[in-house]
């Protein structure tokens, strides 16, 4: 597998860099007041001492136009695919260290299924912000012990709405705001999640 970096042009169609964003000192809180386990990821959609921080007002007025927005993370230790999955509005994410991103575009999806070689991997340096476009689907980060801050409109990755499926997009929806494909080997899928990828599970470490 190739794996681009962040300031490679392929990475335009994904998303974006975002500059001027002082970042230090959320980063500090975070690796010192959050867990990374060494076998599976976890994830805190809001986190209020990560909102309480001077940068949360440049996330919401800066990169999101003054929208609320919540700042939470996902952390932990993770090589493979697994899933997909796309926001209304992008996302921002930014480490202390380096973290790889597995990428597609929500165009991609042909006939509700998106093949896995249409996959690209990038890294992310530590200390660089990224913007991932709503047009871009993505999922866990890819590295042994990381934290990554998460950044997204209020409200996503929360209590999925109720409501009877009547469009494809519908099947999608796993959570607020938040459409998943997952692969069949996933642990998603047999939790009920939409098998939408198809190919190989991609792994960072085996490929």
């Known amino acids: 597998m190739q794996i681009y970096r962040v300031t490679d042009n392929a990475f335009k169609e994904y998303g974006a860099i975002i500059e001027g964003l002082e970042v230090s000192q959320l980063l500090g809180r975070l690796d010192d007041s959050t867990e990374s386990p ?12 990560l909102d309480s921080l001077p940068v949360f007002v440049d996330v919401r007025d ?12 996902c952390n932990g230790t993770n090589f493979k695919l697994n899933c997909l999955e796309y926001h209304r509005g992008s996302e921002v994410n930014v480490s202390s260290k380096d973290f790889i991103l597995l990428l597609a575009k929500v165009s991609d999806v042909q006939g509700g299924k998106l093949d896995t ?11 660089v912000v990224v913007q991932v476009y709503e047009t ?6 890819c590295a042994e012990n990381f934290r990554v801050v998460v950044a997204l409109p209020y409200g996503t990755n929360t209590g999925r709405p109720v409501i009877q499926p009547v469009s494809f997009e519908d099947r999608l929806l796993w959570a607020r705001n938040k459409w998943l494909l997952a692969h069949k080997d996933a642990p998603e899928a047999k939790d009920g999640a939409y098998v939408g990828l198809v190919g190989a599970n991609l792994d960072i470490q085996r490929d």
């Open 62 to 73: 800066r990169v999101y136009g003054g929208m609320p927005v919540q700042i939470g993370y």
């Open 38 to 49: 060494d076998d599976h990821t976890i994830y805190v959609a809001d986190d209020s001492a």
């Open 136 to 141: 871009t689907l993505h999922y866990a980060p």
């Open 117 to 127: 070689s249409k996959v690209k991997a990038f890294l992310v340096p530590g200390g």
